[in-house]
């Protein structure tokens, strides 16, 4: 589903952010990412089921945290790889970024990083080559797919079933956001991620926020080579990653306008604030008052 098909979508959209009681339960299919991007997506997930959704997730059978401690259904396929590749991989990947500080993008990608984004990236071949649990995904008419962006394998399983996608992320690498969503994002104001500009940039920094751009549009490709490299052979065509985005229905991100540098946003684009990794007690609403003489 395009972003032009909104309202189409907008009694998903009212689901996911819980905002109303009477909204109809549906069935949502979860793709979610490992790690510390699962935690996050966890609380909306245990949501949805208290709320009455059917909910299924498609995880690995390898993984560090996806699936566990939920009452819901889980999918798992076999992977090509073992926990020990993957921590063996993730530590040689942080270490290096604490001992020698890698000072850009391309050379994190291209170095330590490269090996551990291949493994990470490879396990959606695994779920496609497990077929029992691909033919169950295709008779199950799910309503929506919930995914994490960084893995991809959740635009590719929403694409591959002709599904609206519901991305759930902070950030968004590169420019598929704004080129996704149809969102115009002004170089010459809004400055790049990773950059330490502000939105009152000078020529110079101008000068640098549109190279910086174009750094991204050449190296973005070969960051996400092996992920589009797969989408490509399961939907048996040639995929880029701005096919993938450019499906996506609502943009759930995970942050406030108010933190966000002045710029255009869709109808699409919804702020749902900063959630992340667990969630706190409330504070105390014990009231001090305080008396000065």
């Known amino acids: 589903m395009a972003p032009g098909d909104l309202p189409a979508s907008l009694s998903l959209c ?6 109303s009681g009477f909204a109809q339960a549906g069935r949502l299919l979860v793709v979610p990412m490992d790690g510390s991007h699962w935690f996050t997506m966890q609380m909306v997930v245990e949501k949805l089921i ?28 076999s992977t ?3 926990l020990e590749d993957m921590n063996r991989e ?10 020698t500080s890698e000072q850009n993008l391309l050379s994190l990608m291209t170095g330590s990083a490269k090996n551990f984004l291949e493994l990470l990236f490879s396990h959606c071949r695994d779920l496609f080559n497990d ?8 008779q199950s008419s799910f309503d929506a797919v919930l995914l994490d962006p960084f893995d991809v394998c959740g635009l590719t399983v929403a694409k591959y079933l002709s599904l609206p996608s519901v991305v759930f992320a902070r950030d968004i690498l590169c420019h598929y956001l704004e080129e996704g969503a149809q969102c115009p994002s002004p170089l010459s104001y809004v400055p790049r991620i990773l950059l330490k500009f502000t939105d009152t940039m000078t020529f110079t920094e101008r000068v640098w926020n549109h190279l910086f751009y ?12 092996t992920a589009t490299e ?10 880029t990653m701005d096919d993938l985005f450019s499906q996506v229905s609502i943009w759930l991100l995970r942050t406030d306008f108010v933190f966000e540098f002045p710029r255009p946003v869709m109808p699409n684009m919804v702020f749902i604030g900063g959630i992340n990794c667990q969630q706190r007690k409330p504070i105390s609403k014990v009231c001090y008052l305080l008396f000065y003489t």
């Open 90 to 99: 993730f530590k040689y990947f942080s270490d290096t970024l604490w001992k």
């Open 131 to 138: 077929k029992k649990l691909v033919e169950f995904l295709k």
């Open 80 to 82: 090509s790889h073992t």
């Open 50 to 77: 208290h709320r009455g959704h059917e909910v299924v997730a498609v995880v690995p059978e390898v993984s560090w945290q996806l699936g566990k401690s939920l009452n819901l259904t889980v999918k798992m396929y």
């Open 14 to 19: 009212v689901c996911l952010l819980l905002a």
């Open 230 to 239: 797969i989408a490509s052979e399961v939907l048996q065509t040639s995929v």
């Open 214 to 225: 174009m750094g991204e549009r050449a190296f973005c490709p070969y960051f996400s080579k």
